[in-house]
T-cell receptor, first 114, second 114 residues
């Protein structure tokens, strides 16, 4: 069975500082990996996804993530955080067999200090 | 191009009543997924449907919950005889044939059971 762990429940960074959100997954085959962002009271917006190929993927809003198979990780990064990035971030792994079902981590809440 | 639409956005029910949640997928999408998000938790998969077919309902509670995606009209998640523990945000996502892994989420329905 697939699973996702986001070790950090809550992270606080200063505006302009760099950000890294951690994600570890467990899946028997090549995973389909996703990062989503959720603002309070809103739905989830897809930031980026990894299916295959280049292990460094670029997403929207200046985010990127790197797939590291040896570490079973897919960490999200941003070089300079903006106050509007404050939100909850979810990592997810897909079944990878066109089954479509995704398993989500419990999320990391990002607070941005002025 | 409208995204995934869900209604109502907020729903209040008393214990024992029925709740009906609606989801209209993105135009051209034929796959629909329902997820539940309890407070302070990530999203948990409930059911995956295609038109007139339930593909995977492994996350659905065995009783009181049902889902359909008819040939015409929105997908419906139905909860009969609601209990307080059903209070949660329910999200619908849709994806296109051939890219089922990439899911686009609606804004969610927040159900409160009094």
């Amino acid at each position: 069975a697939q699973s996702v762990t986001q070790p950090d429940i809550h992270i606080t960074v200063s505006e302009g500082a760099s950000l890294e959100l951690r994600c570890n997954y467990s899946y028997g085959a090549t995973p389909y990996l996703f990062w989503y962002v959720q603002s309070p009271g809103q739905g989830l917006q897809l930031l980026l996804k990894y299916f295959s190929g280049d292990t460094l993927v670029q997403g929207i809003k200046g985010f990127e993530a790197e797939f590291k198979r040896s570490q079973s990780s897919f960490n999200l990064r941003k070089p300079s955080v903006h106050w509007s990035d404050a939100a909850e971030y979810f990592c997810a792994v897909g079944a990878g067999t066109n089954a479509g079902k995704s398993t989500f981590g419990d999320g990391t809440t990002l607070t941005v200090k002025p | 191009n409208a995204g995934v639409m869900q209604n109502p956005r907020h729903l209040v029910r008393r214990r024992g009543q029925e709740a009906r949640l609606r989801c209209s997928p993105m135009k051209g999408h034929s796959h629909v997924y329902w997820y539940r998000q309890l407070p302070e938790e990530g999203l948990k998969f409930m059911v995956y449907l295609q038109k007139e077919n339930i593909i995977d309902e492994s996350g659905m509670p065995k009783e009181r919950f049902s889902a359909e995606f008819p040939k015409e009209g929105p997908s419906i998640l139905r909860i009969q005889q609601v209990v307080r523990g059903d209070s949660a945000a329910y999200f619908c996502a849709s994806s296109a044939r051939g890219d089922q892994e990439t899911q686009y989420f609606g804004p969610g329905t927040r159900l409160l059971v009094l």
